[in-house]
């Protein structure tokens, strides 16, 4: 027995050995398997490149572009009682207390910023908000998806309580509890709960830099861009369309999903649901409960006079909302480093004006052209935002079930990547950054297949697509060589 | 005599009697609305009463009196009183839906126009003359005109005088009330706090006293801002007294931190300081910078902080220099003096 035992032991002994070569053999495959994967680059480093005024204004175009950008910088508190929070008309509800806390990263009109990457090292602001200028007892609570290392974030609810369709954004945090809003006590809303019902989606905070310039591209210079490549875009399954206000019939091209119309409606919508603060584009104050309404509506408005004087600069007179669009409509797009022999191939494989590549390019256009502008040197120019300003089904994976505008519940605007080399987070949730594999997992989060869809059924019962319209685009991508998915990569790290 | 002499006498007669019959329950409450209005006025309500709790007897009493004039005002002026812009709006929309239930009731349209006294006083006197259209005999209309006649803000001595005379010839004795009703005192519990931290005495919660008075004068700037008694001037000032004030409690707090060996939070809130300075240093307010810089000169000197002295003094005469002011130069003269050795630039410090 004892032998039999000892050579069991033996043999028991020999197989752990083989088992831990095994291990380790798999281990090191692994790791070379590894180490010859593309990786995203992650946020480029060096000068931003971008937040500056666009290069050809004339000299009072560029000083009133410094006086709104410092309106933008500006902080809010409930009654601009707080100095350094000069700002009025923070809350009821709200996600930050600034533009700039969000529009951070690479500089002020950017997104989201990290504490240890990119060139604006910060902690996440919004979870500051939940201590900052509170009495003792007033602190509120850090919803659960908000990190400090963690996309900037709203929360929009899907459907109400009774089941109805909802989309509309829920602060995060209430001015109750703040030194500065005795008596009020409207409650956070119950992220917890709505989260655990699945009824939360989240937005980030879209990169600012250039839009005037997509702002002045024509309706029609849109249209055509749309329809070029027709064959194509069919061959591999994309479609899109435009989104549209139901009041003119024209293109709206702001927001994730496209459904603001201009930059002005853009700043306007989210003064009032980031920031809480009523203004004249959106002159309803959010959750309005009496004992929380501390300033009149609108709480931001055009200062023609102040005591019969005259009020002074462009800047100084005009609301809040039209120096936050004046700052975005008048910045640079940011500036791209493509150069490097891997950063050209990896755009060929993009695709460019000229040749597809593997066909990113067919949504996310690399050239369109302004009209005349009456800021000097933006009109009729080119310009690349890579971006077709179209919205597209991108199937289950990405669907937020939120209807804006003509987009449904899985269409989203193509992201215009000008600017995508300075980025942490992205995707509209924010979903993929630098710890899950950055631009690589936003890039596999293009493609969506609806298993519960048969091959010939284009929508599923929910409304959305049951392919994502990039799906053989990212096939194609997939079966790119290593190094030419790096190339890739690196491209986009160079914008 | 006549049958149109006769007809004209009744009708005469009629009318008189009208208004004599009409004319009390406009002028003074009657005796059991009076006494229910002074026994809700003085209900003792506890010093964390919110706004819902005070108004609650007024609103029960409008309630109760739907008809009557003397309710309705009242249960305005408390929540004009105790509410924020809020409230006070909620009040106005509210008569504005009674006005509009009620077309052409001169009891109503003057309730909304009351209701906009103070907040929207041109409307206020564009409706009291449209109740006096409606009704010429209508009192309450003349006196609330000549209490807005008579406001700083709207002054019109010779309307003012027409306007009293015409109540008094209704109302014979009546009073009109002086407005805006004056602000409440500015709390005393940031001194309170000071005090205590004086004497070392902090097993006070000297920051419950801090928080608690600044909310207290929070709420004080409520009983200005949405009113247009106030001047755009007057407004402002009170909200530079507010900006001013919550530096005086961070310095508070900050001692008192100090005191109570709390060194984390002081040094977040100092430094939280130090961020708003800067802040306030980019933006044209020049009075408030000082404000804000004297706080902080003050605790560091506490603090025995010679480099910061420094820094701050050198700020200060920056300020001073961009936009040279006798008040400002002279205040610098004396900071310096109190807080640097003797005859020491804070900038030749600095070089």
Redesign the interface.
Known sequence: MRQKSRQQLRAAGFLKHIGRAISLCTLLVVGIARAQDASDPGPRPGPAGAGGPYPTLNANERAFFAATLEVFEEVDSVSGTLTGESGKGLGPTFNSNGCASCHAQPAALGSSPHPTLGQVRVNNPQLTMAMLDRVPGGEQIVPSFLQNDGPVREARFITNPDGSKDGGVHGLFTIAGRVDAPGCNLPQPDFAGELARGNVIFRIPTPTFGAGLIENVPDDALVANLARDAALKQLLGIGGKLNRTGNDGTVTRFGWKAQNKSLLIFAGEAYNVEQGVSNEVFPNERAAVDGCVFNGTPEDSTNITRDGKDMGTASEMSSDTVNFAAAIRLSAPPTPTTSSDSDLRGKALFGTSGAAGIGCVLCHSETLTTGRSPFTGMGNVDIHPYSDIAVHHMGQGLADYVDQGGAGPDEFRTSPLWGVGQRIFFLHDGRAGPANGGLITAIFSHRSTNPSCDEKQMFAADGTACRSEANQVIDRYEALSTDQQQDLLNFLRSL | MSFPRLQRLFALTFLVSGSALGAPDLCAAKPEIAKRIASASSAQMPDSA???QIVAPFRSLRDQFPMDLFVHVRYQDSVKDH?????I??VVDEYLKLRDDHPGDSFYVYLYGRALEGRSTPQAIVLMQEVLRLDSSFAPAHQTLAEIYQSASFRDRRRAAVERARFQVACPGGLIPRRPSPTPPRSTLLAQAERLLEKGQVEHDI??LV?KG???D??R??RI??FDWY???YKRSA?RE??SE??RGWRILVRYYWKTEQEDKANALLSEMQ??????S??K?AD?FW??AVALLDLYAKRNRPDRIRDTLAQLERSAAAKPNRKQAAQLSRLKAKFLPRGRSPLAANR
């Open positions: 919110s706004f819902d509410g924020i812009e809020g409230h709006q909620g920051p419950g928080y600044l909310q207290q929070e709420w700037l409520q801002r949405p001047t755009g001037e909200v507010m900006q919550h530096w961020e708003r300075l800067l802040r306030l980019r933006e307010d408030l404000v804000g």
